[in-house]
């Protein structure tokens, strides 16, 4: 059981827009940003957004994040077949003292 | 460009050690806190332990905490984990990022069977 909350599947087909949301509570998201990780099965992850919105020098600007109270979201718009991976949410807790992720969600493009 | 290679994964038996290591490259390395984080197989993604930039502060997840630890060299650029008393749900890839996880390696698989 992770202590953030993401679904555990999400599809689209090619062009549409999707959202990924993650839960969490007031000692994690609450309190402290969030970033989003990209998997493809068999890599290393890689950061897509981090303190809640920004994108490192690469990513493209399709991928946009939010956060509001102790929720957070990534977008995806103009989806892609090679967006299909694995997306994990993450932050900081101060209640545990340790980084808590949420379960990831695997996207399909359909 | 930032580097981190980690190395030291293998087979090894319930109850026994292993030490993983991560070698850091392309930063300042003494500037930067650190984490390993571990993936099962299958499995989601798993915080395992950070430590502070000159290693004054050490943190633990409950499932690692008393038989895990972590240390860095920082003459070395290096961080490790000393791993004690295996047990087959520490079977993982294991990852060393920077703190907060920006870059990650490309994971060490330690594989904990009889």
């Known amino acids: 059981q992770s202590v953030l909350t993401q679904p555990p599947s999400a599809s689209g087909t090619p062009g549409q827009r999707v959202t990924i949301s993650c839960s969490g509570s007031s000692s994690n998201i609450g309190s402290n940003s969030v970033n989003w990780y990209q998997q493809v099965p068999g890599t290393a992850p890689k950061v897509l957004i981090y303190?809640?919105?920004h994108r490192p020098s690469g990513v493209f600007d399709r991928f946009s994040g939010s956060k509001s109270g102790t929720s957070a979201s990534l977008a995806i718009s103009g989806l892609q077949s090679g967006d299909e991976a694995d997306y994990y949410c993450a932050a900081w807790d101060d209640s545990l003292n340790a980084w808590v992720f949420g379960g990831g969600t695997q996207l399909t493009v359909l | 460009e930032v580097q981190l290679v980690e190395s030291g994964g293998g087979l090894v038996r319930p109850g026994r050690s292993l030490r993983l290591s991560c070698a850091a490259s392309g930063f300042t390395f003494s500037s930067f806190s650190m984490n390993w984080v571990r993936q099962a197989p299958g499995k989601g993604l798993e915080w395992v332990s950070l430590?502070?930039?000159?290693?004054?502060?050490?943190y633990y997840s409950h499932s690692v905490r008393g038989r895990f630890t972590i240390s860095r060299d920082n003459a070395k650029n290096s961080l490790y984990l000393e791993m004690n008393n295996l047990r087959a749900e520490d079977t993982a890839v294991y990852y060393c990022?920077?703190?907060?996880?920006?870059?990650w390696g490309q994971g060490t698989l330690v594989t904990v069977s009889s």
């Open positions: 303190s809640n919105n």
């Open positions: 990022t920077r703190e907060p996880p920006d870059y």
């Open positions: 430590i502070t930039s000159s290693g004054s502060l050490i």
